[in-house]
């Protein structure tokens, strides 16, 4: 195949995946037959078939009736409630991460795994933090974060497993980078329920995170708190671990986890 051949090839997936969305949000604002369809995208009728075939194998459109119009369906629903999930927990967890931050004057953060990353959708920052860094929506890596760290280590095993086998970036000189040795600090992650990173994605900074549990007891997030190693030190790490996890049930009570 030659390079132009591959690039109309691209070409063509990148506007059948346009021509898709454009579907699914014709049909958000209600019913819809082929031909309107095909109408509204400017294609023949056989091309907008094609594509509702496709959204309707994976349940994101649903026919009413045996050759009726057509409908968004129960997939989207699905998806849907995936995002307001988090947004739920980001809202819910906000109160929860300020009164921490106001506490502690440190940096309090909570995060979800996506995708072999961790992703802060939460943050509220103290009276004493320094950096204006706005890391909400901020991808980082698992392995060389607290919150990272919790969320790996309550992974399901094959999952935790086929991560480990990646190769892992080294922020600094501290970054954990070996499998085994990583693997051993999951496990007593997992045992102790809180992680603890020191200089390992950047060097002065300290953090430490808990989990947060949701309805079945599943590990859904994890709440860090970060700030300056000078301030933000090993023996203070270890004092604000109490207060931090007794915050964490809370929220995990509130979204419908209590413990036994």
Known sequence: MSNSDA???TVAQVQSVDRAISVLEMLAHGEAGITEIAGELGVHKSTASRLVSVLESRGLVEQLGERGKYAIGFGVVRLAGAATGRMDLAKLGQ?????LADEFG???NIAVADQ??????TQAR????????NWIGQRTPLHATSSGKVLFAFMVPEERKRLLGMP???????TVVEPDELSGELDRVAVEGFAACFEELELGLHAVAVPIRGQRGEVVAAMSASGPSYR???QRVRQIVAPMTAAASELSAQLGYFAD
């Open 126 to 133: 103290g009276s004493a933090a320094i950096s204006a860094q």
């Open 168 to 174: 892992l970036d080294r922020y600094t000189p501290r």
């Open 95 to 99: 109160p929860t991460c300020q009164a």
């Open 232 to 234: 933000l030190s090993r």
């Open 116 to 121: 072999g990353v961790a992703i802060n959708i």
């Open 106 to 108: 440190e940096t309090v």
């Open 7 to 9: 690039e109309r090839g």
